[in-house]
C-alpha cells in the first residue's frame, strides 16, 4: 500500500513538473511573438518616417492638466507641413493651421534597442514659432509635443503613411 501510495504521489509529481514546463514554454513563445509584431511594427513606422510623406492623426489632447479626444491632424510631405492642431479648449481663433508651411531643421533618430523612432521640427504659423517632437512607441502609438511661447501641448495618436 505504501508502495503504491509513492507511486502515485511520484507520478502526480512528475505531471506537475511537465505542466509548469508546458505553462512556461508557451508564455515563451507568446513574448516572443509579441516581439515580432512590435518589431514588425517599428520597421513600418521607420519607413513611414523615411518616405518623407506621413501624416499624424490625433486621437486625444493633453495639455498637463486635461485629456480630451481630439481628431486633429497634421501631413508632413519632403519638407512642408499643412493640416491643423486643436487644442482642449477649441475655438476657431485657437486652432493652429498649416497650409504648406515649409519645415526647418528636420531631424530624425531610430533607437533599434528601444525600437522607438522620434523626430522634431520647427514651423511657423503666421508670426507663430513652433517645435515639434513626435516620438513613436513600439506598438505604433505616437506622441506628438507641440512648443510655442512657452506653452506645451501633446497629442497623443499614431502615424500613417500619406
Request: aromatic share 10%.
Amino acid at each position: 500500500m505504501k508502495n503504491l501510495f509513492n507511486e502515485s504521489l511520484k507520478s502526480i509529481s512528475l505531471v506537475f513538473i511537465i505542466l509548469i514546463f508546458s505553462i512556461s514554454g508557451m508564455t515563451a513563445q507568446t513574448h516572443k511573438g509579441d516581439n515580432s509584431t512590435l518589431e514588425k511594427t517599428y520597421e513600418r513606422n521607420k519607413t513611414i518616417i523615411e518616405s518623407n510623406s506621413y501624416e499624424f492623426r490625433s486621437l486625444m489632447v493633453y495639455d498637463g492638466s486635461h485629456r480630451k479626444k481630439n481628431y486633429s491632424k497634421v501631413s508632413i510631405i519632403k519638407n512642408k507641413l499643412s493640416g491643423s492642431l486643436i487644442p482642449i479648449k477649441s475655438s476657431k481663433s485657437s486652432v493652429v493651421s498649416f497650409e504648406k508651411d515649409r519645415i526647418k531643421n528636420y531631424k530624425v533618430q531610430t533607437n533599434d534597442e528601444n525600437q522607438s523612432v522620434e523626430l522634431s521640427f520647427d514651423a511657423t504659423s503666421g508670426e507663430l514659432s513652433f517645435q515639434f517632437n513626435i516620438r513613436i512607441m513600439p506598438n505604433g502609438k505616437a506622441f506628438l509635443k507641440v512648443y510655442s511661447l512657452n506653452e506645451e501641448i501633446e497629442y497623443i495618436g499614431t502615424i500613417v503613411r500619406k
